[in-house]
């Protein structure tokens, strides 16, 4: 069983740090803000008097902050605090630049590090499913192996440094894209008198498929479960969608890759969120393509 220490305590971190309790890790926690250490308090955790504190003598520190300068600015006194050696974690969803400097800085500081950051949700990190996609060295992903999976139900080791956030900005650009087609294909429908019922029997089981329709239907009905029948109640905020589309195209400008409908993603999900609808579940954008004029 491994020693962590657990940065960033908020609505994922609190959840995953607890798994870690749940299987017989050691876990001492710290985070800035004083509700979120009494909500890790009130799951059992123990909390550190300092970030210093937290990581001063265990084998494994993980962060689970809000952004890129989160992480490179908590990471400078956390390198210089840890036992040499110590491997890092990064699950935050960050800016793959950031990524490579969060590595580039672990290294220099002889530690060993990964990125790993999560889909799944706030739901996936209370249930320890979440997935987790890692960039590092294959020694590295070995030794956190054992901690992910206390967190989550599948780690994939996607290359070297930074892979792993590259892997999940691509993946929630494919998302975002995929639901606002989804969205724009129910409005038509409807337009043209189709029902919701019948579009979701024929694309859910046609080439239309996708996990957009059949795990996250932005219409209600068809799918109880989907957050459309809880006036779009998250499920994943427009917010955090807006933040990662906008991470896959500061990659794609400075990859030089096309990213036509990523920035056609980006841009709807921008104006969705400044009309308001930043804490409504993605899938709400269909309310906002059902107002537009063709
Ligand atoms: P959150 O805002 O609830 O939690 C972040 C926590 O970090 C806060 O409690 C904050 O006080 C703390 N913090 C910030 N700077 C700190 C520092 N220097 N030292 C210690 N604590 C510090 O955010 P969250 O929803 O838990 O998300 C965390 C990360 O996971 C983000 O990068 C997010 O994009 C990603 N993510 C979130 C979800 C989701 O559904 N919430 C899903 C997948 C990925």
Known sequence: MAKVGFIGLGNMGAPMAANLVKAGHEVIGFDLSP????????????????????????????????????????????????????????????????????????????????????????????????????????????????????????????????????????????????????????????KLGLSHQALYDVASTSSGQCWALTTNCPVPGPLPTSPANRDYKPGFATALMLKDLKLSQDAAQHAGAA???GAAATALYAAFEEEGFGGKDFSGIIEWVRTREA
């Open 35 to 190: 509700p979120a250490i009494e909500g890790a308090k009130a799951r059992g955790l123990t909390i550190a008097a300092s970030a210093a504190e937290a990581v001063a003598d265990v084998d494994v520190v993980v962060t689970m902050l809000p952004s890129g300068k989160h992480v490179l600015g908590a990471v400078e006194g956390l390198f210089k605090a840890a036992r040499p050696g110590t491997l890092f974690i990064d699950s935050s969803t960050i800016d793959v630049a950031s990524a490579h400097a969060f590595h580039k800085a672990a290294d220099a500081a002889g530690h060993e590090s990964l990125d790993a950051p999560v889909s799944g949700g706030v739901m996936g990190a209370e249930a320890a499913t979440l997935t987790f996609m890692c960039g590092g060295t294959a020694g590295a992903f070995a030794k956190a192996e054992p901690l992910l999976a206390a967190m989550g139900r599948k780690s994939v080791h996607c290359g070297d440094a930074g892979a792993g956030q590259t892997a999940k900005i691509c993946n929630n650009m494919i998302l975002g894209i995929s639901m606002i087609g989804v969205c724009e294909a129910f409005v038509l429908g409807e």
């Open 259 to 261: 990213t036509a409908l």
